[in-house]
């Protein structure tokens, strides 16, 4: 961190001041005295002493926010230094301080705009070249522009070539060689770099991909260990360790290292608590619990756990907790609170306490009771990173995103590489749309969490959602040579195989689903869902047929490959093979519903309505709790045109099921055709209180409230709630972004959206309507009728469930030809 530089005022300054003036020039000199003699503390005393006579006094503003920045306070430092810019936008030391350090909280958008204001006052500045080449490549790399990110990493080595201490110019060139698969080149430079900066974080977790792809396991722990030496504090890396040793066949040794690392004699319980929460992962939650409670039983007490027992404690009772003993965990967790000396009531450890507490509460259905302790403890520590955490992910469910980013970026100031606080963030920016910084967030906390497992399967399956099946296929490798033994990364990269095609590849995850997991019955019936798919896929449908055969005569009792067979008849169009096999099925398991559900379908496709109908009727009432029952009994009125019966069902079925999103989906769409456009709504809003994370919820009730209502209230809250959809590729998502977008005058957005909207929903008349009116605000008359006419059309063909559609469309053809 560069050096605090001390401003100083002038007499003849201090001599036009009037009384408020004077008074904080006198702070600032003291300030500046106190400084001089170390006492950063008091300095800040005057600071804000100085600002609070005289808020337009720049000198002790920057000096202030140099004094934030040295400490570590990077998020206060940057509020600092943007209230200077925005008093002198020619400062160029708050501009170009604003734009490393938002370039340090992973503030992109932050880094690039001062960055470009910066580089416009300083253009030879090569902290700030080295900035602009970060956020090209990263732009570049997003948008799959290969000549951008080799003009932006040629760029970084001419930076580097002409100062190798540029460690931003240096990162730029390590990550293109990772995506050049120059292995050799990247450790060699990262090496370079870690001789001048031993401690550089981003470099060592670069080390550590660069070892695990070139798969030298001594090299991986040694550095594994090394990075351990530098952060004693960082429990991840001892997370990292052990499950190498696990991967290795080394638990053994992984426990033995652990256990050999507690010193008894120690006021810190690092160590002891890392080897315990081993226990946890390596046996059992119950396991550890018992481990525990025995140490505590020694007497005397080791000096670790004396010195900090009510961190263990704590620890006992989240296990009590976690083991279905709630009510016993949170009281012990309350006792132990209760029991915190007055001195101790705002220290690190307490406030730790507290938000164990607060998310006990929270999982146990108190959310009321959870945040009361997270706001006691943020109002004592503002920049508690755990509690800054959960107050982002309430603020973000409640689509308060720029409260939750602010939030988040205080978080990232003092835990910048901690893998949650990067994916809540990610989170945050998927809300808003800004989908290039939520993928940045993805590949970041992947990389800060040193390839781990969920982190990778976010960021992979985001990838695999945009097409970008190699960019995933990648990250799940690299996490796999991590972690080989996992069952969701291994799925899901047969899942991106089967989506690639890869048809040989695929086998081979499959193959090794069913050689790393021979006792996991979760694992092999993926192994059969994937292989079965990857059947059908390849059109072998007599190989499938074959398969499925096999799965059934070694099922156990299972009818997942029984019914499995009767579809694919039904597939092949062999309806009367699949109605015999089905009503055999039902008489082989009568109480088995879901065998029951598959004849009444079959029935029903027969023609054998009443039966089907009476079927279905008996297991709704001897399965009152089975969704897809009444789900498949409203499917069957609807197919028998009869919306009233079909209705009742409904209501039979909300009676039993009343927090069902399903068959509440279901009702507010009955309610939407049936013209009661706020029951609709209201449907909505309740299942968006309930998950505001569920997308298509999300998209539902933004379409209804944007083609609906015209007040500024409604469409302000539309647009929020479906900022999420841009980008998406799914036809129906488009059209309600797309919409949105045309009600707030981005007609060029508006029309590109539409379009692919129309192309994907070609018989949805209010889609074809939409895209007609962006293309009559673009002044395309001819090709907005020709929509128009379309969505009439259909209309008339027997599209329904629009009402109020015939006469909007009547009134914009009427304007066109106005």
């Not at 940045?440 to 097409?467: C, F, H, I, K």
Request: aromatic share 4%; hydrophobic share 40%; charged share 25%.
């Amino acid at each position: 961190m560069k050096r605090v530089l001390l401003a100083f005022v002038t007499a003849a300054f201090l001599a036009g001041c009037d009384s408020a003036s004077e008074q904080a020039a006198k702070h600032l000199a003291h300030a500046q005295q106190l400084l001089d003699e170390g006492d950063t503390a008091r300095a800040q005393v005057e600071l804000r002493n100085a600002l609070s006579k005289d808020e337009s006094l720049v000198a002790a503003r920057l000096l202030l926010a140099q004094i934030l920045e040295q400490n570590g306070q990077s998020s206060q430092a940057f509020a600092q230094y943007r209230k200077i810019s925005e008093q002198d936008p020619k400062n160029l030391e708050a501009i170009r301080s604003l734009a490393l350090l938002a370039l340090d909280m992973h503030a992109f958008d932050d880094a690039e705009r001062y960055g470009n204001a910066a580089l416009a006052l300083a253009p030879d500045d090569a902290d700030l070249q080295a900035l602009a080449a970060t956020t090209a490549y990263r732009k570049a790399n997003l948008s799959g522009d290969t000549d951008g990110m080799e003009a932006a990493a040629k760029q970084a080595r001419a930076l580097l070539k002409a100062d190798s201490k540029n460690l931003q110019a240096r990162r730029v060139v390590v990550t293109e060689d990772l995506r050049l698969a120059d292995l050799t080149s990247a450790l060699s430079t990262i090496d370079e770099g870690l001789q001048q900066v031993p401690d550089d974080r981003d470099l060592h977790n670069m080390r550590l991909l660069v070892l695990t792809r070139q798969d030298d396991k001594p090299a991986i722990e040694a550095e594994i260990r090394k990075m351990i030496t530098l952060w004693p504090e960082d429990e991840t890396l001892d997370r990292v360790l052990v499950q190498f040793y696990l991967q290795a066949n080394r638990s053994d040794e992984a426990e033995a290292w652990l256990k050999g690392r507690i010193d008894p004699s120690s006021d810190k319980p690092q160590t002891r608590m890392v080897y315990l929460r081993f226990l946890a992962q390596l046996r059992s939650t119950e396991a550890m619990r018992d481990a525990l409670t025995q140490m505590l039983d020694e007497k005397p007490l080791p000096h670790d756990i004396e010195a900090n027992l009510a961190q263990f404690r704590a620890l006992r009772a989240g296990a009590d907790f976690t083991l279905g003993q709630r009510d016993q965990g949170m009281s012990e967790m309350e006792s132990i609170l209760d029991g915190v000396s007055s001195d101790d009531k705002t220290a690190p450890e307490t406030e730790n306490l507290r938000i164990q507490l607060a998310q006990m509460r929270l999982t146990a259905g108190n959310p009321v009771g959870s945040r009361a302790l997270v706001e006691q403890v943020l109002k004592d520590n503002p920049e508690h990173v755990a509690a800054l955490k959960m107050k982002s992910s309430w603020l973000i469910d409640e689509d308060k995103t720029d409260d939750a980013v602010a939030t988040l970026r205080s978080a990232l100031a003092n835990a910048p590489n901690d893998a949650q606080v990067l994916t809540l963030m990610a989170k945050a920016y998927q809300r808003e749309g800004r989908n290039e910084l939520m993928a940045d967030m993805l590949a970041r906390a992947v990389e800060t969490s040193n390839q781990g497992v969920d982190e990778s399967l976010r960021y992979a399956r985001y990838l695999a959602g945009r097409q970008g099946y190699g960019s995933a296929e990648t990250v799940l490798v690299d996490a796999l040579r991590r972690k080989p033994v996992s069952q969701p990364l291994l799925t899901t990269l047969a899942q991106v195989h089967l989506a690639m095609k890869d048809w040989g590849r695929m086998q081979q995850d499959i193959k090794a689903l069913r050689e790393r997991f021979p006792n996991d019955a979760n694992a092999q019936s993926a192994a059969d869902e994937l292989q079965a798919q990857m059947l059908t896929g390849q059109g072998r449908d007599d190989d499938l047929g074959r398969f499925l055969e096999g799965l059934s005569s070694h099922a156990g009792g299972s009818l997942g490959p029984q019914i499995a067979i009767i579809r694919n008849s039904v597939r092949q169009g062999q309806a009367d093979v699949a109605y015999q096999d089905a009503q055999k099925l039902v008489t082989d398991y009568p109480d088995a519903p879901e065998a029951i559900v598959l004849l009444a379908q079959l029935e029903a496709l027969r023609g054998e309505t009443d039966a089907a109908r009476t079927r279905m009727t008996a297991l709704t009432e001897a399965h009152p709790d089975f969704e897809t029952g009444w789900q498949a009994f409203y499917g069957l009125e609807m197919q028998a045109r009869q919306p009233d019966a079909a209705q009742a069902v409904l209501t039979r079925a909300l009676a039993a099921l009343p927090d069902s999103r399903a068959l509440n989906m279901l009702q507010a769409g009955r309610s939407e055709q049936a013209g009661d456009i706020d029951a609709a709504i209201a449907i909505y809003e309740k299942l968006y209180a309930a998950n505001s994370n569920d997308v298509i919820v999300a998209n539902n009730l933004a379409s209804l409230l944007a083609s609906t209502r015209s007040d500024k209230a409604s469409l302000d809250r539309a647009w929020t709630v479906a900022r999420r959809l841009n980008g998406s590729k799914e036809p129906a998502f488009r059209d309600t972004y797309g919409w949105l977008a045309f009600l707030r005058g981005q007609n060029e957005t508006a029309v590109s959206e539409l379009q692919a909207a129309a192309t994907g929903l070609p018989k949805d008349p209010s889609v074809a309507y939409h895209y007609g009116r962006a293309l009559a605000k673009a002044g395309e008359a001819q090709p907005a009728q020709a929509q128009y006419q379309r969505a009439s059309d259909l209309l008339a063909n027997g599209a329904h469930g629009y009402p109020g559609l015939k006469s909007e469309i009547d009134q914009a053809q009427q304007s066109l030809v106005q």
